[in-house]
């Protein structure tokens, strides 16, 4: 395993490099304390560390997200609002110190059916090295060509791109880089390709970069769906005539709103 070597003095590094043998340190530091009062030897592992990272993507009802305070006003529960320096283009959100409450919430409106756990993927990887979580499906396309009438696949669901980073100034913290999309079928507007009907793809995105300490919980909310689906039942026959007909029809209305909640953990593997 290669190692970093630093040697410090009090002002400024004096030595920095990559040994192939640990070995090799201690011929190394010699060299180091001849330039400066003070040398200090430190391997640096960090780049060949993994780091594990679950996600659990909650959907719960618009109604119920506001009984139980899923919002981005003040909480109770500890939030600490990191400052960090941000990127272009990169949304700030804030760290759970302390997000005990908001996950015993979750656990009961999942155990009374009011949240569904759509999915709770996990996956290691090397710390600067970009981890992808895709769930969802393909939905088929009818495209025209020169060949004529062919079928393209386009993606929908929930796709979370992530760039965790090991802090070098702060062993237990991770920078990361997160990009969540989110999309789903509309079927209430249908585009027409020929003589075929398909649903259109409704898309939501979130950057943001993020400090958290391992072990810890980001979580992202405010991706917010509607659907309005209408029926409309009628007597046979009856129904149909005209004026009198409507004395036996019936409209059903039904609107829909859900909120889409992701629940991100980073840990250090040690």
Known sequence: MKRQLRSQGRQSPLLWGRLALAAALTAALPAAAAFAQEGEGATDDSANAMIAISADVV?????????????????????NFAEKTPIPGIIKIGDFERQ???????????T?????????????TKSATQANFVVGGDQPYPVT?????????KKFGVILNCLPVINPNKKDYIDAQMQLE????????????????????????IQTEVEIKSG???????LKSSSKNETL??????????????????????????????????????
């Open 59 to 79: 959907e719960i009802s618009g109604s119920i997200s506001k009984d139980v305070g899923f919002s981005w006003g003040p909480f109770q529960t500890g939030i």
């Open 233 to 270: 039942t009628r007597v046979p026959f009856i129904g149909r005539l005209p004026i009198i007909g409507r004395l036996f029809t019936m409209h059903n209305t039904i609107e829909e709103q859900k909120s889409l909640f992701l629940f991100v953990t980073f840990e250090i593997v040690k």
């Open 145 to 153: 060509n020169n060949q004529g009438v062919g079928v393209e696949f």
């Open 182 to 205: 989110v999309s789903n079928p509309d079927f209430s507007k249908p585009v027409t390709v020929g003589n075929t009907s398909v649903p259109s793809i409704v898309t939501r995105q």
């Open 112 to 124: 009374e059916g009011k949240a569904q756990l759509l999915s709770n993927p996990k996956i290691i």
């Open 216 to 222: 810890e919980t980001i979580v992202i909310g405010g």
């Open 100 to 110: 005990t409450q908001l996950l015993t919430s979750l656990k009961l409106l999942e």
